[in-house]
């Protein structure tokens, strides 16, 4: 399972963009890359994945370069309700059989300000 | 936009007794999931379920903790004889497919006290 390494806590405004960098040194061939947020006392909720390049969705980008051993989720124009924990997690293409747990690190958490 | 529901969302208990959280995962899923998340700390995962048995667990899912599927639609978590360092929140989830790179739709929480 690859080891994803994430800055603890980031600090932001309102209005400005935020780019969280995760690494993942480890990543497999078939394993792809996912960020949740999770608010306080709620289970955390998906964002956004890829594989390489670039993806983007009415929430977020996320950019990830051809050596897929890191990736940066980028917030545009954050507001307050985007203070939350940003976790980013490496796993596997679904092959049959079972299912995998998800193991969560720490988690980035972005605190923005007015 | 279907969801995961728990219930309850507050369960107290005291240190012993046993409790049965409750999640209905959304219809059309067929893996499921437990977590917990002990205040401050890390989402950890506990067990995963498919095709009416138990696909994966932690090395905290010991003898005290079961799940099971009663019925088409609900997903259960026993803890047997609870201690105090079961308080914590515990999260279900359920996913289309099983792999870690499937999305997993994650239920508001249930929070355990145990006094």
């Known amino acids: 399972l690859a080891k994803t390494t994430q800055p603890i806590s980031m600090d932001s405004y309102e209005g400005q963009e935020v780019n969280i960098t995760c690494s993942h040194n480890?990543?497999?061939?078939?394993?792809?890359i996912t960020w949740y947020q999770q608010f306080p006392s709620q289970g955390p909720r998906f964002i956004i994945q890829?594989?390489?390049t670039k993806v983007t969705n009415e929430v977020a980008s996320l950019f990830i370069p051809a050596d897929r051993k890191s990736s940066t989720l980028s917030l545009p124009r954050v507001s307050l309700s985007d203070t939350a924990v940003y976790y980013c997690?490496?796993?596997?293409?679904?092959?049959?059989?079972?299912?995998?747990?998800?193991?969560f690190g720490k988690g980035t958490h972005l605190i923005i300000q007015p | 936009e279907p969801e995961v529901t728990q219930t309850p969302s507050h369960q107290v208990t005291q240190m012993g007794q046993e409790v049965i959280l409750r999640c209905v995962p959304i219809?059309?899923?067929?893996?499921f999931y437990w977590y917990r998340q002990i205040l401050g700390q890390k989402v950890e995962f506990l067990v995963s379920?498919?095709?009416?048995?138990?696909?994966?667990k932690s090395e905290i899912f010991d003898d005290q903790f079961s799940v099971e599927r009663p019925d088409g639609s609900n997903f259960t978590l026993k803890i047997r004889s609870t201690k105090l360092e079961d308080s914590a929140m515990y999260f279900c989830?359920?996913?289309?497919?099983?792999?870690?790179?499937?999305?997993?739709?994650f239920g508001p929480g249930t929070r355990l006290t145990v006094l």
């Open positions: 989830a359920s996913s289309e497919r099983g792999g870690g790179a499937d999305t997993q739709y």
């Open positions: 480890n990543i497999a061939t078939n394993d792809y």
């Open positions: 890829g594989y390489k």
């Open positions: 997690l490496v796993g596997r293409a679904y092959s049959g059989g079972g299912a995998d747990g998800l193991t």
């Open positions: 219809s059309n899923h067929l893996y």
């Open positions: 379920f498919y095709n009416n048995e138990i696909s994966e």
